[in-house]
């Protein structure tokens, strides 16, 4: 993916973590705006219509989390959210308000672009054409056939329940960014199934008896404890 055409806004009050970001981003070819309050973000959204939005929870002026529900309003730009919380529940919040991920502050470079491929990848086959062909996901060893319904490790067939088989290739369609449990097991069980996931933490658990190497040290499925998982960034869509 070039990524020269892509304007990233940065919403972020720490002068510091603000120039760090935006240099980052410059020398991998980004073109960067920033904003220090969420006011000045929301306008420079109307007028600047950014690719994507790293946005800082923590603002002087407004909730980050009013931002979201503001810019959901009128556009569908991915929203990354950038904070310094840990509690999970503002993760979830922010996730549910219709944020696309979250990178919990202090991060690295990489990390960081990895976090806005995924969510740029992932808008970006929004506004495409659904009919359209999805290559299989590949990672180390692990190949997900789409068209096949099949996954393979190193060459062997992978035998996945029906129900494991939707959650794999779920993640796999939004690998690199993370997927709430609640997003999850609507996508697989449909819209009404509670908020109990359980049910997707004995499939997951099964998943990575059949996948891993050592399930409780993942390679391919991770983890993000009280949020949900997020499967390994596809080896086809790094740089
Ligand atoms: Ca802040």
Redesign the pocket.
């Known amino acids: 993916m070039t990524t020269s055409n892509y304007t990233v806004l940065i919403i ?3 002068k510091n ?1 603000s120039d760090f970001m935006s240099k980052a981003l410059k020398s991998n070819d980004y073109r960067v705006i920033t904003a220090v309050s969420g006011k000045a973000g929301l306008s420079l959204i109307s007028s600047q219509c950014p690719d994507i939005i790293l946005l ?5 002026d407004m909730d ?1 989390n009013d931002v979201i529900t503001s810019v959901r309003e009128w556009t569908s730009s991915p929203i990354i959210v950038i904070s ?1 919380r840990t509690d999970e529940r503002d993760k979830v919040t922010a996730l549910d308000l219709g944020a696309d991920d979250y990178i919990t502050k202090p991060f690295g470079t990489p990390e960081l672009l990895a976090r806005i491929r995924a969510s740029l990848r992932h808008s970006n086959r929004m506004d495409s054409n659904s009919a359209l062909y999805i290559r299989p996901y590949q990672c180390q060893g692990l190949l997900l056939d789409f068209d096949k319904r099949m996954l393979t490790l190193n060459g062997e067939k992978i035998h996945l329940t029906q129900v494991e088989y939707k959650i794999v290739a779920f993640l796999a369609r939004n690998s690199g960014k993370v997927m709430t449990y609640s997003a999850i097991m609507s996508n697989v069980w449909g819209p009404f199934t509670g908020d109990n996931n359980r049910i997707l933490r004995v499939n997951m658990a099964n998943i990575r008896r059949k996948i891993e190497q050592n399930p409780s040290k993942p390679q391919f499925i991770f983890t993000e404890v009280g949020v949900g998982y997020r499967m390994h960034e596809d080896e086809n869509e790094l740089p």
Not at 56 to 60: F, N, S, T
Request: hydrophobic letters at 35%.
């Open positions: 972020e009050d720490e973590i800082d929870l923590g603002l002087p980050g310094a």
